[in-house]
């Protein structure tokens, strides 16, 4: 795992074992929430989430790349976040077509809010108690497959958040899949990140193939 810096953005980019430069890997970009703020990457590295990703790594054979929000929010971060993920997807091992992006609470406004502007870029996202722009939304994000997840003990973010964004979406003719924890609070991303079946869905887009397999999807996702 290496620490790099891009345009005063610290992010933490892992390799899966016997990466080779001459093969084509997917990229799973990973946002973390508000409590991992910081201006070293200590915290990030022991984050839970970004350590349930990492160590699934080697076995699906994706690049894991996590950028560290210092301070504000990614909001406030999108414009190196945007140019950094930009730069690393245009390295000649990475497929462009398989860029996957998932976050939690305040990473999961960041989910919503990167797939939203660069929608041509993302083959999936899986976006866990966060939130946005409705509006937005239902523009941008018609061709992106949504995995949504929230807990509806959440005190943090109202999960009425995650459910107007899919709402907005699967409105207007998208795909946006929203699974509710009726017994989980703002913490459901430990379900989340556990569970095979959501890598097995992440990885199983590309934006070259989202339209016809969201087709063969069609009516298999609730929200």
């Known amino acids: 795992m290496e620490e790099k810096i891009f345009e005063k ?52 054979n994706y690049i894991l790349l996590a950028p560290l929000c210092q301070n504000g929010d990614w909001f406030a971060w999108m414009t190196p976040l945007l140019h950094l993920v930009g730069e690393i997807r245009s390295l000649p091992y990475i497929d462009e077509t398989r860029l996957h992006v998932t976050g939690n609470s305040m990473g999961g406004y960041g989910t919503w809010e990167f797939s939203c ?22 523009r941008n994000l018609v061709d992106v497959p949504i995995r949504a997840f929230h807990g509806l003990r959440d005190e943090t973010v109202d999960p009425i958040e995650s459910l107007q964004m899919a709402k907005a979406v699967n409105m207007h003719g998208g795909h946006a899949e929203l699974i509710l924890f009726p ?6 991303w430990d379900a989340v990140y556990s569970d095979e079946r959501n890598y097995d869905w992440l990885l199983s887009f590309t934006t070259k193939r989202n339209k016809t397999l969201l087709d063969e999807l069609s009516g298999d996702y609730y929200g």
């Open 9 to 60: 953005l610290k992010y933490l980019i892992s390799y899966p074992e016997g990466f080779q430069e001459d093969k084509k890997y997917p990229l799973v970009v990973f946002l973390h929430g508000a409590g991992t703020r910081s201006e070293t990457t200590d915290i990030l590295r022991k984050n839970a989430s970004f350590t349930n990703i990492w160590k699934r790594q080697d076995a699906r």
């Open 117 to 138: 502007l660069r929608p041509d870029w993302v083959a999936s996202a899986m976006p866990i108690c966060g939130g946005g722009i409705a509006g937005f939304a239902r």
């Open 183 to 188: 017994e989980l609070a703002h913490n459901c």
